[in-house]
């Protein structure tokens, strides 16, 4: 028998085109999601944020089977936010702020490819300037930075007991500021 909670109930998945009109998607890797969700909802601009998987093969994967590391995702967010707001390089910013970049499939205690850093970009534009932050940002870090740059596929909302987990818990964000 599988374990279960009353709040495992999972949101219909998200494609990487189905961005409300007047606003725009960003999708972000960075390790443990409670903590990028938490310093993204911060972000003036933002609308919402969505902890999930992404750029793996199951489909409607679990907490459970992504952390087994079998399913090829990663924990990541889906944001929600309004151009006319905050721009994508300034999501870059807070993305690169808040993780350590220069480690290959670990963040702090996280280890494994589900804890990858990886930026996955909705379009042409956003892949350029996600690219070009490889570049910019490499300056700021002593070793290299490995985040994957790709494109968006089927983000599959996490659980509900994930979201606002940080607000809903009260515990702290497992990220720090790395510079």
Known sequence: MAFSRPDDTQAAPIEPGDAPADLAFATFAAG???????????????????????????KA?????????RTGHAEAVLVTYDPGKVSYDEL???FFRHHDPTTPNRQ?????????SAIFTHDAEQERLAKESLEAF??????????????ATTFWPAEAYHQRYVDKTG?????????
């Open 32 to 58: 443990c999601f409670w903590g990028v969700e938490d310093f993204f909802l911060h972000v003036p601009g933002v609308v919402d944020v969505v902890s999930g998987y992404t750029g793996g093969e199951t």
């Open 61 to 69: 994967p679990t907490y459970y089977e992504v952390c087994s590391g």
């Open 92 to 94: 870059i910013e807070e």
């Open 108 to 116: 702090g205690p996280d280890v494994g490819t589900q804890y990858r």
């Open 138 to 151: 490499a300056e700021r870090f002593s070793r290299r930075i490995v985040t994957e740059v790709v494109p």
């Open 171 to 179: 515990r702290a964000s497992c990220h720090v500021a790395n510079w």
